[in-house]
């Protein structure tokens, strides 16, 4: 079983930056694949990027060049550092973790672009 609690949302004008945090409970977070996911209002949560064990990521197109996903299995945490923030990249983040079948989900939480 995992926890996760993620942080770092916030409303940011367009062309600014943040970072998100999920920080994972539980033991072996080094196995999970870990994945940052939005939704937006009247949107299907979407992939937005992802990290393996082994370190190998992969971004949405939209966020491509943009976004950074990264951990750090010594703090049991993944970021998602984000640049060149638009209005079409609000939504509510999440974070899962990812392992065999099983998958978690944080709460969420919610990155506001506007000016």
């Known amino acids: 079983q995992v926890q996760l609690v993620e942080s770092g949302g916030g409303l940011v004008q367009p062309g600014g930056s943040l970072r998100l945090s999920c920080a994972a409970s539980g033991s072996r977070f080094s196995i999970y694949t870990m994945g940052w996911y939005r939704q937006a209002p009247g949107k299907q949560r979407e992939l937005v990027a992802a990290?393996?064990?082994?370190?190998?990521?992969n971004y949405a197109g939209s966020v491509k060049g943009r976004f950074t996903i990264s951990r750090d299995n010594a703090k049991n945490t993944v970021y998602l550092q984000m640049n060149n923030l638009k209005p079409d990249d609000t939504a509510v983040y999440y974070c899962?973790?990812?392992?065999?079948?099983?998958?978690?989900w944080g709460q969420g939480t919610q990155v506001t672009v506007s000016s």
């Open positions: 990290i393996t064990s082994g370190g190998y990521t």
């Open positions: 899962k973790a990812s392992w065999g079948r099983a998958d978690y």
